[in-house]
């Protein structure tokens, strides 16, 4: 049997002055005052169970009355901020259905239903301890995928938007068989592309779970998108396979789906099309990302027995000595993506 990736539990690393001074630069910091701390005050708790009566090993938390009315319209302006820049005029339409607390993972988030009393739409965000590492994953997502996320911090609390989309692990099980052979084709692409994308900015941990498939429906046919859902382990892991989707068990029937339906030239073809994508992002937003990777280089967001081992797998994989002299992960990160814009610029793809 083979050895696990991951042994040992990410520890939380706080946020620095200069990645608040980053965080406040670009609109990042809640005008709401409220922590993940005052939200593990609830009195009691029930078991939430799916449509199938499964244990789903969330609880759906209550308060006391005095402390739900404060919880209830901090969380309303958290709302108005994420979705309509603050405007408090909505708060009246608005009604928090439900808070439930997620008893297992790392970050032990809770999540929280808002919904408006005039039409019955809802969402859903998430409430956690805010992490350094996460927040650079954060960030280095809005910037260089093909989706936005939003985000706000709030001293030691993180607030994220639900990420929509079915699980990997649940759409592999339940949906993939019932997909066209050419949606299975496109799938295998888009687990090329994705696997390469989390390869090059150092996004780890990408199991099934931690990574949603949304079919988007376009003329005659569905198109299918794969995003991460979980960035706690952004640069943290010294093993370089962490960051490659390809090589964890639970994405096995992924990686069966790309030997079936794939040709190796379709697939080195896949991952330079990722690559010069990557490249002219990093490019385009190059200041932003310069200030980013300047903070995260005087930060501390690993060991220094993860450091050690993954600048030396990734000088022996890139043979780019930018790598082996590396001092702090932000340093790894500068080297990735100084490589891939070089290479880029070099075969005159940028």
């Given amino acids: ?98 808070i439930d607390f997620c008893t297992f993972g790392n970050s032990k988030p809770f999540r929280v239903k808002v919904r408006n009393i005039l039409n019955d ?10 992490d350094a590492s996460r927040i650079y994953g954060l960030e280095l997502e809005d910037i260089l995928s093909p989706d936005k996320i939003n985000f706000l911090v709030y001293n030691d609390t993180l607030i994220e938007e639900h990420i929509v989309g ?81 090589f964890f068990k639970e994405n096995y029937p992924m990686i069966l789906l790309v030997k079936e339906k794939l040709e190796e030239r379709s697939i080195l073809q896949y991952k330079d099309e990722e690559r010069a994508i990557l490249a002219k992002r990093i490019y385009s937003a190059q200041a932003r990302i310069t200030k980013l990777l300047d903070i995260m280089c005087h930060d501390t967001i690993s060991t220094q027995e993860h450091l050690k081992q993954l600048k030396m797998e990734l000088y022996h994989y890139t043979n780019d000595m930018k790598f082996k002299n590396a001092i702090s992960m932000g340093h790894i990160m500068h080297a990735a993506f100084e490589f891939i814009t070089r290479n880029f610029k070099n075969t005159n793809l940028l």
């Fill in 166 to 246: 079915i699980p990997g692990d649940i759409f592999m099980e339940v949906f993939l068989h019932t997909c066209s052979e050419t949606e299975k084709a496109q799938i295998a692409k888009e687990f090329v592309k994705f696997n390469e994308r989390c390869m090059i900015r150092l996004l780890g941990d990408m199991r099934a779970y931690n990574y949603v498939i949304v079919p988007i429906h376009d003329f005659d046919q569905v198109v299918y998108k794969i995003r991460p859902i979980d960035f706690d382990q952004q640069c943290y892991e010294g093993n370089f396979k962490v960051y490659r989707p390809q």
């Fill in 121 to 130: 739409n809802y969402v859903h965000f998430y409430i956690k301890k805010a």
């Fill in 1 to 98: 049997m083979s050895e696990p990736l991951m042994v040992f539990k990410k520890p939380s690393y706080p946020l620095t002055r200069p990645l608040l001074n980053y965080l406040d630069k670009y609109e990042r910091i809640s005008k709401v005052s409220i922590f993940y701390d005052d939200l593990l005050r609830f009195a009691g708790s029930v078991n939430v169970y799916d449509k199938n009566g499964e244990d789903t090993l969330w609880i759906r938390v209550y308060y006391d009355e005095f402390e739900r009315v404060e919880i209830d319209l901090n969380l309303k302006k958290i709302y108005s901020l994420l979705h309509s820049d603050g405007n408090n005029e909505i708060i009246q339409y608005l009604n928090v259905d439900a």
